[in-house]
């Protein structure tokens, strides 16, 4: 079963599209990126499978099904415009919204005070929201999104105003929902986290899918059959000009990019540089999901 | 019905939180026990003041010069002032001296609090003089002389009168009023009556427009805080709009039922006995019914304000026009009250912005026909339902929309695109 089927699904405001015709499905289990630049439509999406607003046109489900307010409990959702009541507790705060997703008084008191724990934030349970830091009180928000144990869990920019080590601890916490068999739907900017966490992406671009299925598949199909050499010793790149076959040379980070000529055998420039260097790395050169995005987003409007 | 087929358990425990939240405001506390305490105690503390300083017992001493007052060897006065403080008797005894030197040392050495000369031309002047020490403190003169016209007119027409007419010649006249109704009955109205017809019925005009807008008001406060602070779009991925709004509504208006309960308990409390009034239970009774119905037709719309305007301020400028329509009656009070079948009245009474606090008002002052009652409950009950369905509809559509408020015309244009 799908934990979510988008089919032919349009939105559009005051004569503007802003999704079209998306079709996607979210495997349950899985960590899955909604990545796009601003304005691509993100948060319209996620909108419209919390039925907040109505699709114009088009089919979504949840579970399997259209959303109904049993399943609305069983989602968890971050937003990216982040609010919380400024002038009530936290406690108070955290148990009355998992209240609203139907969960017990009781139970959402144990559930608040072992999530606050788990975060560093149990000594300021008692105190209100406009009396924590910025940090802090993203990891809250982050908190009412995962407090009453959803299943499918949305989190739009949740690592947007946290330092590195709020940032490694959120992510701990996406990783252990995900191996815990709950689905993970991330939208966000930072493509470096989302090529490290997501099982498969859907790019949006201007309310249109630009790109769609698993981070290995996409890096691949965009790979351009370059090769990443490293070196033992820096001095050996002069060697690479000795070789046949190779088109074009790029430093990267640490390593060399080499493009071969068309027909050129792979194996053949290996052996060649074994003869000549001591060779610390050799693989085929995949681009990050960054520079597609990058690349994709430049396409599309250069059209 | 909007209302009956929304409520589920979301919108309790909306209703719980609204309410308990509210409930905790300062402002709130404020308005329910300290402006009530506050109102009781101008009224009551002066009269407390006054029965303490006349509570305590006293010796008076007397020289009768005429030799034919009859003082009684001790008065026992009842309370003067209102409340049941005030009610504590207390003595005044007499005490007889031959001279005026024996009195005033009688009164330098305390033994007595004051003394009475009733001169020899008393019949001639009607002079009585009252001789105090400068420290005391209380000088019972007012009360006293009352007592003493009562003893003056027993010395004089004991035994010459029968006792009707001595009776009458202390208490000569008692005026009462009576109205004649369009049906030629004629009914008693003494202070209780006036007060009873004209300040009670203002009083709970005024009651009940304050607590459905500060009740109203709080929901305006909370949607566009909600709204502004962005948590509505963590509220909104748990609970429908509708269930939303009818949990708000809910627990607000406990909020205010819980305010004018209160209220009108003070009035019935303080009221019993600092004025002889009397509530009748089913003008209580109408009168909340007004609260409810008002205060649904009022908070649904703050809450289709709150949703469409950006800001808390921006929000309170817009729900300051709905108010001032609302505090007509409140202006036209007085032609209301004197004249409570005038076409105006009327229609102030059954038009849904104005008809809670002045139809209470007319019910007051006279008789309105049952069927006017149930027309504006009608009118009020269709008000609230067509005012919900448009809030819900703007609550849907403009909670999460941020920015530009939008215009008149696109406002009108979601409404009914909604509706489809």
Same mark, same amino acid.
């Given at each position: 079963?799908?934990?979510?089927?988008?089919?032919?699904?349009?939105?559009?405001?005051? =004569?503007?599209?802003?999704?079209?015709?998306?079709?996607?499905?979210?495997?349950?289990?899985?960590?899955?990126?909604?990545?796009?630049?601003?304005?691509?439509?993100?948060?319209?999406?996620?909108?419209?499978?919390?039925?907040?607003?109505? %699709?114009?046109?088009?089919?979504?489900?949840?579970?399997?099904?259209?959303?109904?307010?049993?399943?609305?409990?069983?989602?968890?959702?971050?937003?990216?415009?982040?609010?919380?009541?400024?002038?009530?507790?936290?406690?108070?705060?955290?148990?009355?919204?998992?209240?609203?997703?139907?969960?017990?008084?009781?139970?959402?008191?144990?559930?608040?005070?072992? +999530?606050?724990?788990?975060?560093?934030?149990?000594?300021?349970?008692?105190?209100?929201?406009?009396?924590?830091?910025? !940090?802090?009180?993203?990891?809250?928000?982050?908190?009412?999104?995962?407090?009453?144990?959803?299943?499918?869990?949305?989190?739009?920019? %949740?690592?947007?105003?946290?330092? *590195?080590?709020?940032?490694?601890?959120?992510?701990?916490?996406?990783?252990?929902?995900?191996?815990? !068999?709950?689905?993970?739907?991330?939208?966000?900017?930072?493509?470096?986290?989302?090529?490290?966490?997501?099982?498969?992406?859907?790019?949006?671009?201007?309310?249109?899918?630009?790109?769609?299925?698993?981070?290995? !598949?996409?890096?691949?199909?965009?790979?351009?059959?370059?090769?990443?050499? =490293?070196?033992?010793?820096?001095?050996?790149?002069?060697?690479?000009?000795?070789? *046949?076959?190779?088109?074009?040379?790029?430093?990267?980070?640490?390593?060399?990019?080499?493009?071969?000529?068309?027909?050129?055998?792979?194996?053949?420039? +290996?052996?060649?540089?074994?003869?000549?260097?001591?060779?610390?790395?050799?693989?085929?050169?995949?681009?990050?999901?960054?520079?597609?995005?990058? =690349?994709?987003?430049?396409?599309?409007?250069?059209? | 019905?909007?209302?009956?087929?929304?409520?589920?358990?979301?919108?309790?425990?909306v209703a719980r939180h609204e309410f308990l939240k509210t409930i905790r405001r300062k402002e709130f506390l404020f308005m329910?026990?300290?402006?009530?305490?506050?109102?009781?105690?101008?009224?009551?503390?002066?009269?407390?003041?006054?029965?303490?300083?006349?509570?305590?017992?006293?010796?008076?001493?007397? #020289?009768?010069?005429?030799?034919?007052?009859?003082?009684?060897?001790?008065?026992?006065?009842?309370?003067?002032?209102?409340?049941?403080?005030?009610?504590?008797?207390?003595?005044?005894?007499?005490?007889?001296?031959?001279?005026?030197?024996?009195?005033?040392?009688?009164? &330098?050495?305390?033994?007595?609090?004051?003394?009475?000369?009733?001169?020899?031309?008393?019949?001639? $002047?009607?002079?009585?003089?009252?001789?105090?020490?400068?420290?005391?403190?209380?000088?019972?003169?007012?009360?006293?002389?009352?007592?003493?016209?009562?003893?003056?007119?027993?010395?004089?027409?004991?035994?010459?009168?029968?006792?009707?007419?001595?009776?009458?010649?202390?208490?000569?006249?008692?005026?009462?009023?009576?109205?004649?109704?369009?049906?030629?009955?004629?009914?008693?109205?003494?202070?209780?009556?006036?007060?009873?017809?004209?300040?009670?019925?203002?009083?709970?005009?005024?009651?009940?427009?304050?607590?459905?807008?500060?009740?109203?008001?709080?929901?305006?406060?909370?949607?566009?805080?909600?709204?502004?602070?962005?948590?509505?779009?963590?509220?909104?991925?748990?609970?429908?709009?509708?269930?939303?709004?009818?949990?708000?509504?809910?627990?607000?208006?406990?909020?205010?039922?819980?305010?004018?309960?209160?209220?009108?308990?003070? #009035?019935?409390?303080?009221?019993?006995?600092? /004025?002889?009034?009397?509530?009748?239970?089913?003008?209580?009774?109408?009168?909340?019914?007004?609260?409810?119905?008002?205060?649904?037709?009022?908070?649904?719309?703050?809450?289709?304000?709150?949703?469409? $305007?950006?800001?808390?301020?921006?929000?309170?400028?817009?729900?300051?026009?709905? $108010?001032?329509?609302?505090?007509?009656?409140?202006?036209?009070? &007085?032609?209301?009250?004197?004249?409570?079948?005038?076409? /105006?009245?009327?229609?102030?009474?059954?038009?849904?912005? $104005?008809?809670?606090?002045?139809?209470?008002?007319?019910?007051?002052?006279?008789?309105?026909?049952?069927?006017?009652?149930?027309?504006?409950?009608?009118?009020?009950?269709?008000?609230?339902?067509?005012?919900?369905?448009?809030?819900?509809?703007?609550?849907?559509?403009?909670?999460?929309?941020?920015?530009?408020?939008?215009?008149?015309?696109?406002?009108?244009?979601?409404?009914?695109?909604?509706?489809?």
């Open positions: 079963m799908h934990a979510l089927e988008f089919e032919g699904v349009s939105k559009s405001f005051a =004569e503007k599209n802003v999704i079209r015709d998306i079709s996607f499905s979210v495997e349950q289990g899985e960590i899955f990126g909604l990545l796009g630049p601003n304005g691509a439509g993100k948060t319209t999406l996620i909108r419209l499978l919390l039925d907040i607003i109505k %699709p114009d046109s088009g089919e979504i489900r949840v579970f399997g099904d259209f959303l109904s307010a049993a399943a609305k409990d069983r989602i968890g959702y971050l937003p990216e415009e982040r609010g919380l009541y400024r002038k009530t507790k936290l406690l108070d705060m955290l148990v009355y919204l998992a209240q609203l997703k139907n969960v017990n008084r009781k139970e959402a008191q144990a559930n608040a005070e072992s +999530l606050l724990k788990s975060l560093d934030l149990y000594e300021h349970r008692g105190k209100k929201v406009e009396e924590l830091s910025k !940090g802090m009180q993203q990891k809250i928000q982050f908190l009412s999104a995962v407090i009453h144990e959803p299943e499918l869990i949305i989190l739009d920019e %949740p690592f947007s105003g946290l330092d *590195p080590v709020s940032t490694k601890a959120v992510k701990d916490k996406i990783l252990e929902y995900r191996n815990a !068999g709950k689905t993970v739907i991330l939208s966000t900017h930072m493509m470096e986290q989302a090529q490290k966490l997501c099982d498969r992406i859907l790019m949006l671009n201007k309310g249109e899918r630009v790109l769609y299925g698993t981070v290995a !598949g996409i890096r691949k199909e965009h790979g351009k059959n370059s090769l990443l050499v =490293e070196f033992a010793e820096k001095r050996s790149l002069r060697i690479l000009q000795e070789i *046949p076959g190779i088109r074009k040379i790029s430093w990267r980070e640490e390593a060399v990019e080499i493009l071969p000529e068309e027909g050129t055998n792979v194996q053949g420039i +290996l052996q060649e540089l074994m003869l000549r260097a001591e060779i610390l790395r050799f693989e085929q050169a995949l681009p990050s999901l960054n520079e597609i995005f990058i =690349e994709t987003v430049e396409s599309v409007s250069g059209e | 019905m909007f209302l009956v087929s929304k409520f589920s358990g979301k919108t309790f425990i329910t026990f300290a402006f009530p305490l506050l109102l009781a105690g101008i009224a009551i503390i002066p009269s407390l003041l006054a029965s303490t300083t006349s509570a305590e017992d006293q010796r008076v001493g007397y #020289i009768d010069m005429t030799g034919s007052f009859d003082f009684p060897e001790s008065l026992t006065r009842e309370g003067f002032s209102v409340g049941p403080l005030g009610a504590k008797p207390s003595t005044i005894e007499f005490v007889r001296y031959e001279e005026s030197s024996e009195a005033r040392e009688a009164l &330098q050495s305390g033994q007595i609090s004051s003394y009475l000369i009733v001169p020899a031309d008393f019949l001639e $002047t009607g002079v009585i003089e009252l001789y105090a020490s400068e420290k005391e403190m209380s000088v019972p003169g007012a009360e006293l002389s009352v007592e003493l016209s009562n003893i003056a007119i027993n010395s004089l027409l004991k035994d010459r009168v029968d006792e009707p007419v001595l009776q009458r010649v202390k208490d000569p006249v008692n005026l009462k009023l009576y109205n004649v109704g369009d049906n030629g009955e004629s009914s008693e109205q003494g202070i209780a009556e006036i007060l009873a017809s004209f300040g009670l019925p203002f009083l709970m005009a005024f009651l009940l427009f304050f607590s459905i807008f500060s009740a109203s008001g709080y929901l305006l406060r909370g949607v566009a805080e909600e709204k502004e602070n962005r948590i509505m779009e963590v509220l909104l991925s748990s609970v429908t709009p509708s269930e939303l709004l009818t949990g708000k509504v809910m627990g607000l208006g406990a909020v205010g039922l819980l305010q004018i309960v209160v209220w009108l308990s003070v #009035i019935f409390l303080g009221g019993g006995y600092a /004025l002889p009034v009397d509530l009748e239970p089913v003008l209580l009774l109408i009168a909340l019914i007004y609260f409810l119905l008002g205060f649904l037709f009022f908070a649904s719309m703050m809450a289709g304000v709150g949703a469409v $305007t950006g800001s808390l301020q921006e929000s309170q400028q817009v729900a300051g026009i709905f $108010t001032f329509v609302a505090v007509f009656p409140l202006i036209f009070m &007085q032609l209301i009250l004197t004249n409570p079948d005038s076409p /105006l009245s009327v229609f102030l009474s059954l038009f849904p912005f $104005t008809s809670p606090a002045s139809m209470l008002a007319r019910m007051g002052t006279s008789e309105v026909p049952i069927y006017q009652i149930l027309l504006s409950f009608l009118i009020l009950f269709v008000s609230i339902h067509g005012v919900l369905l448009v809030s819900s509809r703007l609550f849907r559509t403009y909670l999460l929309m941020y920015g530009k408020r939008p215009g008149i015309k696109e406002i009108w244009k979601n409404i009914r695109e909604a509706g489809r």
